[in-house]
C-alpha cells in the first residue's frame, strides 16, 4: 500500500473514531460482559456476584448518554430485529403456554435493548474488533474449563459440572462459534505462537463433546475459511486439518469417535458395550427426527402465531407425544428455524431469515471490501463474524436456540460493522475528492476504470 493510501486509510479510521470517555468506558463494560457470558467463568467462581448482570447494566446506561443512541433504528437489520421482537410478542397472546410465552418476550426485549445499546456505542472498528477479541478470550477459556469442571455426560461425552454448558451440543456450539473470532486476535509470526495454540485446545475440548451438529458446523466453517483463503491459505488448511484428524484420533476416546459415525444405523459386529452406547446415538437421532417432524406439524397448524414462544413442549405433551407432563419440558425442537416457525409462526421464521441474511450480507461486504488491504481490521473483523455466522447457521439445524442473546449479538456486531464500513468509506471518498490521488484497489487493481475519485464504483453499504 503506498504513502497516499496509506494517509487516506489513515483519515478514513480516525473518522470514525472520536468518541467520548462515556462512550469508550460503555465499550469496555461491553467487552467485559461479552467474555463472561462465552466463558461462563463465573458458573464456576462466584456465580453469587452477578457481575455480568452489573456490566450489562452499566453498559446500557451509558449507551444512553451516545450521539448515537438511535443507530438501531436507522440500520435494516436493527429494524427488522424490532420487528420479529414484536411479532413474538403477538405470538405469545395466542400461546397454549402463555407463563412460558411471556417469560421469552421479556428475556428478548432485554436482549433487543442489548443490542441497539451495543448499535449506539460501537463506533469504530477497534470497538468492534475489541468485542470479538473478547469473545474469543472467552471461547479460550471455556475450552480450558473443560479440561478442570469436566464431567462425562452419555457415556464419554464432554460437559461441565455446572451451567448452560452441561450440555455437550451446547459447549460444542460456543467453541466453534468462537473459534473463527481468533483471526481478530493476532496475525502473522503472533498468531503461530498463540493462535494456533488456542485454536488447538478449543478444538480439543469441541471434539470429547461428541457433538454431530458440531461436527458439520466445524465442517462448514472450515470450507468457508478455505473459500476466503489464498491458495497458500488453501494448502495451510489442507495441511492443518490433516494433522487435526491424526491428533483427534489418538486423544479422542473410542466411543466418540463412533459417536460422530452413528446415526441410523448400528454396526452389529460391535461388541456388548460397544453395540449399546450405538443403539442410544440411533435412539437419540431417532428422537430428534420426530421432534423435527412434530415442529413442522405444530408449524402446519399454527402458521401464522405459532403455539406460542416457549409453547412447543406444552404442544408435544398435548398431542399425546409425552406420556408424563412433567418430562415434557425436555422436548424441544432441537432446530432453530422450525422452533420460531412452530412456536412465532412462519413470518417470524420469515423476519430471522431475512435478519441472518442481512447480516450474512453486511459482514460479507466488509470482508472483501476492494480498497483495504487484506489486514486492515475491518475485513478481518468482518471475515471473522462471517465465519462465525456460518458454524451458528449450521448449528441452529441442531439446537434450539431462537431465544438466547446470540442472533442480538450478531446483528448489533455486524450493523455496527457496516455502519463504519460506510462512515469509512465516505471520508475516503471525501478525502480523495479534496485533491488526493485516488487509491487502487489493492486486491484487484485495475477496477476502478476510469472514474474521476476512484471511489465512484463503490455500491451502497446496508
Known amino acids: 500500500m503506498n504513502a497516499r493510501a496509506g494517509r487516506l486509510l489513515a483519515g478514513a479510521d480516525a473518522a470514525v473514531s472520536e468518541v467520548s470517555p462515556a462512550n469508550t468506558l460503555g465499550v469496555l463494560m461491553l467487552v467485559g460482559y461479552l467474555f463472561f457470558l462465552q466463558s461462563r467463568l463465573l458458573d464456576f467462581t462466584v456465580p453469587q456476584l452477578h457481575l455480568p448482570m452489573v456490566l450489562l447494566i452499566g453498559m446500557v446506561g451509558l449507551s444512553l448518554l451516545s450521539s448515537n443512541l438511535f443507530a438501531g433504528l436507522r440500520l435494516p437489520a436493527g429494524r427488522l430485529l424490532l420487528f420479529f421482537v414484536f411479532l413474538l410478542g403477538l405470538s405469545a397472546l395466542f400461546s397454549i403456554d402463555r407463563r412460558q410465552s411471556v417469560g421469552i418476550v421479556t428475556s428478548d426485549i432485554r436482549h433487543l435493548t442489548m443490542g441497539f445499546a451495543m448499535m449506539s456505542l460501537l463506533v469504530s472498528v477497534r470497538d468492534i474488533r475489541r468485542c470479538l477479541q473478547g469473545l474469543a478470550w472467552g471461547t479460550l477459556v471455556a475450552a480450558l474449563l473443560g479440561f478442570v469442571f469436566q464431567v462425562t455426560v452419555e457415556g464419554q461425552r464432554l460437559g461441565l459440572e455446572a451451567g448452560r454448558f452441561g450440555d455437550p451440543n451446547d459447549y460444542a456450539m460456543v467453541l466453534v462459534m468462537g473459534l473463527p473470532l481468533w483471526l481478530t486476535v493476532a496475525s502473522g509470526v503472533p498468531r503461530?505462537?498463540?493462535?494456533?495454540?488456542?485454536?488447538?485446545?478449543?478444538?480439543l475440548s469441541f471434539a470429547r463433546a461428541g457433538?454431530?451438529?458440531?461436527?458439520?458446523?466445524?465442517?462448514?466453517?472450515?470450507?468457508?475459511?478455505?473459500?476466503?483463503?489464498?491458495?497458500?491459505?488453501?494448502?495451510?488448511?489442507?495441511?492443518?486439518?490433516?494433522?487435526?484428524?491424526?491428533?483427534?484420533?489418538?486423544?479422542?476416546?473410542?466411543?466418540?469417535?463412533k459417536r460422530y459415525f452413528t446415526i441410523f444405523s448400528v454396526d452389529e459386529n460391535s461388541s456388548g458395550s460397544t453395540m449399546e452406547a450405538q443403539r442410544s446415538y440411533?435412539?437419540?437421532?431417532?428422537?430428534?427426527?420426530?421432534?423435527?417432524?412434530?415442529?413442522?406439524?405444530?408449524?402446519?397448524?399454527?402458521?401464522?402465531?405459532?403455539?406460542?414462544?416457549?409453547?412447543?413442549?406444552?404442544?408435544?405433551?398435548?398431542?399425546?407425544?409425552?406420556?408424563?407432563?412433567?418430562?415434557?419440558?425436555?422436548?424441544?425442537?432441537?432446530?432453530?428455524?422450525?422452533?420460531?416457525?412452530?412456536?412465532?409462526?412462519?413470518?417470524?421464521?420469515?423476519?430471522?431469515?431475512?435478519?441472518?441474511?442481512?447480516?450474512?450480507?453486511?459482514?460479507?461486504?466488509?470482508?472483501?471490501?476492494?480498497?483495504?488491504?487484506?489486514s486492515h481490521p475491518l475485513r478481518v473483523c468482518g471475515r471473522a463474524l462471517?465465519?462465525?455466522?456460518?458454524?451458528?447457521?449450521?448449528?441452529?439445524?441442531?439446537?434450539?436456540?431462537?431465544?438466547?442473546?446470540?442472533?442480538?449479538?450478531?446483528?448489533?456486531?455486524?450493523?455496527?460493522?457496516?455502519?463504519?464500513?460506510?462512515?469509512?468509506?465516505?471520508?475516503?471518498?471525501?478525502?480523495?475528492?479534496?485533491?488526493?490521488?485516488?487509491?487502487?484497489s489493492p486486491a484487484k487493481p485495475g477496477r476502478m476504470g476510469a472514474s474521476p475519485t476512484g471511489l465512484a464504483h463503490l455500491r451502497p453499504i446496508s
Open 282 to 374: 440411533v435412539e437419540s437421532s431417532n428422537s430428534r427426527k420426530a421432534l423435527l417432524f412434530a415442529s413442522i406439524g405444530a408449524t402446519v397448524r399454527h402458521p401464522i402465531f405459532g403455539v406460542g414462544p416457549g409453547g412447543f413442549p406444552q404442544y408435544y405433551w398435548q398431542q399425546g407425544f409425552v406420556e408424563e407432563k412433567r418430562n415434557r419440558q425436555g422436548m424441544q425442537t432441537h432446530n432453530t428455524y422450525t422452533q420460531v416457525s412452530s412456536e412465532a409462526g412462519i413470518p417470524a421464521a420469515i423476519c430471522l431469515v431475512c435478519i441472518l441474511f442481512l447480516c450474512f450480507r453486511m459482514t460479507w461486504r466488509a470482508s472483501q471490501e476492494p480498497l483495504l488491504p487484506l
Open 386 to 440: 462471517w465465519l462465525s455466522m456460518i458454524a451458528w447457521a449450521l448449528a441452529a439445524l441442531f439446537l434450539s436456540m431462537a431465544w438466547t442473546e446470540v442472533i442480538f449479538i450478531y446483528v448489533a456486531l455486524s450493523s455496527s460493522l457496516a455502519s463504519v464500513h460506510r462512515n469509512m468509506i465516505a471520508g475516503m471518498r471525501k478525502q480523495a475528492g479534496q485533491g488526493e490521488k485516488p487509491v487502487s
Open 192 to 203: 503461530v505462537i498463540l493462535g494456533i495454540p488456542a485454536a488447538g485446545v478449543i478444538f
Open 211 to 257: 457433538s454431530r451438529g458440531g461436527l458439520l458446523a466445524f465442517c462448514a466453517l472450515t470450507l468457508g475459511y478455505a473459500i476466503t483463503s489464498s491458495f497458500m491459505g488453501k494448502l495451510r488448511v489442507a495441511i492443518l486439518l490433516v494433522v487435526t484428524a491424526v491428533v483427534a484420533i489418538a486423544v479422542v476416546p473410542a466411543g466418540i469417535q
